[in-house]
């Protein structure tokens, strides 16, 4: 046995070690699948079945002794499946990740459909110019160039490293001819476009800061708290985000954004104090939690 092969009887020997170390640190078992699904030539079905432990020998995308590690870490320092993987599914994406970027949500894969809802009374707003502002991975960046294909979208970043993540993204996507990556602070690179902008979409930093240490370990001691740190409040970022927006959005241009559950009555009355927005509107996600405010620009 070559170190990049394995006897399917000695893998499914350790995938059931796994599994059961899985259960015990309370971590789902489909992450088990997961990592031998990306390491391994191993298809969904067999994983499930076991019917791989006759195979004499089963080929191997790393070492064996690689792959052990990388499940070691999941289970002693909690880092993310995602990160050990280096991918994320989102939407109908298979993205590049690493410790730089936060790791895409299925919850924030609806501020899409928000996006496409909104534009429906018009639809020349599904033209244009778009932002996604702190584009992190690119996701949703990428989301808003498959549903608005007649758009062109801006996607900034604060962070280098995020940035080359989400351009690799864009290529491998073969969306990078329609996107347009900058690295800066929110609407700063685009200072050119003020007045044109026919939408805004961001997940920004919402978590208040005192809050971060609490959170699950995969959360405060592997994703980057630059794009997890909102402030005292968590709405420092969602504040500046109200008040420079007017300068940059055409009239009717659409305002939305990510937040966390209870912030949005708050945003909302932030809005409304702003005075620019009209049609300011709370929305929930698939769990029925307050996660996005719509507005526009009167």
């Not at 690689?66 to 994320?88: D, F, H, K, S």
């Not at 979208?153 to 969306?175: M, P, R, Y």
């Not at 805004?200 to 959170?215: E, G, H, K, W």
């Amino acid at each position: 046995m070559t170190n990049d092969q394995i006897p399917g009887i000695k893998l499914w020997q350790w995938h059931q070690q796994a599994l059961a170390a899985a259960r015990a640190a309370d971590i789902d078992s489909f992450e088990v699948h997961w990592l031998l699904r990306e390491l391994s030539d191993l298809d969904p079905l067999a994983l499930r079945l076991g019917s791989y432990q006759s195979h004499p020998t089963i080929p191997l995308k790393q070492p064996w002794s690689n792959i052990t590690q990388l499940w070691e870490q999941r289970l002693q320092q909690r880092v993310p499946i995602q990160y050990l993987v280096g991918m994320a599914h989102w939407r109908y994406f298979t993205l590049n990740v690493a410790p730089g970027v936060l790791i895409p949500r299925p919850e924030t894969e609806l501020i899409i459909d928000i996006a496409v809802s909104a534009t429906k009374a018009n639809p020349h707003l599904q033209q244009g110019h778009w932002a996604d502002l702190g584009t992190g991975s690119g996701a949703i960046a990428f989301g808003l160039a498959e549903v608005f294909p007649q758009a062109t979208i801006h996607a900034v970043d604060c962070s280098s490293e995020a940035l080359a993540i989400a351009q690799t993204n864009g290529k491998q996507l073969n969306l990078d001819n329609r996107i347009q990556f900058y690295q800066g602070s929110w609407w700063q690179p685009l200072k050119d476009l003020q007045g044109q902008f026919s939408g805004m979409v961001s997940n920004p930093p919402y978590i208040p800061s005192a809050m971060i240490a609490s959170l699950q370990p995969e959360i405060s001691l592997h994703e980057p708290h630059l794009a997890l740190d909102g402030g005292r409040d968590g709405l420092d970022c969602i504040r500046h985000l109200i008040q420079t927006a007017p300068v940059y959005l055409q009239s009717g241009g659409v305002w939305l954004i990510e937040m966390m559950a209870g912030q949005g009555e708050q945003v909302a009355e932030l809005l409304h104090q702003q005075g620019s927005y009209t049609q300011i509107q709370v929305k929930s996600d698939l769990a029925e939690l307050d996660r996005f405010v719509l507005a526009y620009k009167k």
